[in-house]
């Protein structure tokens, strides 16, 4: 029996690997790269983005859905190698009440705004209006809840489920899970690849920006 | 449909699909080299035969033995209760399945420290909890509890009561008569230096 | 006329299939670095918080939200989230730069609506994304892609609720788009 030798064990940053003052040159990085891949890919722009709600456009879900493919795969096959500890990566907690009104909240600004605060960013990049006005947007709103809060807080707190991953709520393996987000995934690629090929006879082709 | 998507299509369910069939294998906790000999070198691993006698004696549920000597030696003589896993044997699944009790002191022995020892730093490393090595072993065992010696008239109370006790013991181990004292014990007014040590009750 | 026009501004986009394999080894770089995911509503936060320090420290402080994120050695702009999004504009930047998108301010909108509308609806989507933001505990990115990716439930209902909730109001906005 072997014991998996491993090289440097991610994540490096809270396993104190990594210089400290380096953070924040790597946040940086990261973020660079990431507006890059979003305004290349068309996010800067809040036509492309709701397009995939009219069928037009699906570039948000081909991105979004993918990226989270590879990067779910990715994810266990490093905690295989044992080059990352899966246990120690961060879980977005579970608040159901709160969550779910917040998503709907959201659902309608992102119609309404055809942005999200990522791809605002880009959208200001490249100066869209919009985008600079959807953040200030964002600005007020965050403000407005802050200010509010103490009347919230219970419902801000309420349902808790804690770190619950979706292991512990649905009782798959996360390995299961992702197969299964993959055939989801291929399957929701090919028919919005029928879906767009029929829209886009019907819709004029819209000049971009 | 473009061939370049389908074979993208294909790698990726090839890998997720990979993922389901990889060998489930148990999450080793690594030890830190340097964490590893600083616990090597602690004396808290060691638990005295004395302790060990107590728990068999007080029928104490907490703890388990285990023997890592062969299984011959283990046939031939071994403490009361104990498990036998030899150290060869110590990353199966059946050792697996003693050994991975939670809230359960294991404590381990072979003739003296050095089999014990070497198993403590294998299941340390396995990431085993609460493992203990009984100090002296089996040798210490013979010489304390089995075939306890009279303490010297100098000695403190302390050993003369620990002395009692391994009489005892003795007697419940091997349910021999063993001649006890006469019960004398000459309490001398002499003021005694304060020892710091502590009767280990050690080899 | 109309053709010629056509041609010029058909924009280029990398494949998305593409740029989703890059984002999603972005992703896993990132939480190989850093045990977080990739995130963006929490920069603007940040800049509430220390806007609202700057102007009324009291208030902050006796504040049970503000009071949390603020401290003492260091503004709280000084933030991992912070400077990934100054990230985020620096490469949104580069892109447009480099397959010529930056060009005069301008405002997009559908031929059937004015700028006024699509300002006025940007504005109010903004507000309404921002506050749901902070009861879900991340937007589109944070929560959303990257918790999801982490395989957390939070992240996973986040994310159908936020699509599925999309679809059902898409159809009585879209004058808006379409």
């Known amino acids: 029996m072997d014991l998996i030798n491993t090289t440097i064990m991610g994540p490096l940053i809270p396993l104190g690997q990594i210089a400290s003052g380096w953070d924040f040159v790597i946040a940086l990085l990261i973020g660079i790269a990431f507006g890059f891949i979003l305004e290349a890919s068309g996010f800067s722009s809040s036509r492309n983005i709701t397009g995939v709600f009219y069928g037009y456009n699906f570039v948000v879900l081909r991105v979004f859905l993918t990226a989270v493919v590879v990067a779910m795969i990715g994810l266990l096959y490093f905690n295989y190698m044992g080059w990352i500890d899966l246990n120690l990566i961060y879980v977005v907690p579970t608040y159901i009440n709160s969550m779910v009104i917040g998503s709907v909240l959201m659902g309608l600004g992102f119609i309404l705004g055809g942005f999200c605060p990522g791809t605002s960013y880009t959208g200001i990049a490249i100066g869209k209006i919009d985008a600079m006005v959807f953040t200030g947007g964002l600005f007020l709103g965050i403000f407005l809840f802050s200010e509010l809060f103490p009347a919230l807080e219970s419902f801000y707190y309420g349902d808790s489920l804690g770190s619950a991953t979706i292991e512990d709520v649905f009782g798959i393996s996360n390995e299961k899970f992702s197969f299964i987000f993959v055939i989801i995934a291929i399957i929701v690629f090919y028919v919005t690849w029928l879906i767009e090929k029929r829209v886009r006879k019907t819709v004029n082709p819209y000049k971009f920006e | 449909m473009n061939r370049n998507y389908i074979l993208l299509m294909i790698v990726i369910v090839v890998l997720a699909g990979g993922l389901l069939f990889l060998p489930q294998k148990a999450n080793y906790i690594q030890q830190d080299p340097e964490k590893l000999m600083w616990d090597i070198a602690q004396p808290t691993r060691y638990i005295t035969t004395d302790e060990v006698a107590k728990m068999i004696i007080e029928k104490d549920p907490l703890y388990q033995l285990v023997d890592v000597r062969a299984d011959y030696d283990y046939d031939m003589f071994s403490l009361p209760g104990a498990y036998n896993i030899p150290l060869d044997s110590l990353l199966t699944e059946q050792s697996d399945i003693i050994l991975d009790v939670e809230d359960i002191n294991t404590i381990l022995y072979s003739d003296d420290d050095l089999k014990a020892d070497q198993a403590w730093v294998i299941t340390r490393r396995m990431g085993y909890k609460n493992i203990y090595v009984m100090k002296g072993g089996l040798n210490c065992w013979i010489r304390t509890i089995i075939q306890p010696k009279e303490p010297k008239e100098t000695a403190p109370i302390t050993e003369f009561e620990l002395y009692k006790f391994r009489q005892g013991a003795s007697i419940y181990f091997t349910g021999t008569e063993i001649s006890l004292d006469a019960g004398e014990k000459k309490t001398l007014n002499v003021t005694r230096r304060k020892k710091e040590t502590v009767a280990e009750g050690g080899c | ?178």
């Open chain 3, 1 to 178: 006329m109309d053709t010629v026009s056509k041609e010029k501004s058909i924009p280029k986009y990398i494949n998305p299939y593409f740029g989703g394999v890059l984002l999603g080894l972005l992703l896993l770089v990132t939480f190989y670095i850093t045990g977080r995911g990739l995130g963006a509503s929490g920069a603007v936060k940040s800049a509430v918080v220390s806007t609202v320090e700057k102007i009324a420290p009291v208030h902050a402080e006796e504040s049970t939200y503000y009071s949390k994120f603020i401290s003492t050695d260091h503004s709280p702009m000084f933030n991992w989230l912070v400077f990934e999004s100054i990230g985020v504009f620096i490469g949104g930047l580069l892109s447009g730069v480099l397959f010529g998108r930056v060009k005069k301010l301008r405002v997009e909108h559908s031929p059937k609506i004015t700028s006024k509308t699509r300002i006025i609806a940007a504005g109010l989507g903004g507000i309404l994304f921002g506050f749901g933001s902070q009861l879900g505990r991340g937007c589109s990115s944070g929560a959303a892609l990257s918790g999801t990716a982490a395989f957390s439930f939070g992240g996973l209902l986040v994310m159908v609720v936020l699509f599925g909730s999309g679809y059902v109001f898409a159809y009585f906005f879209r004058k808006l788009w379409i």
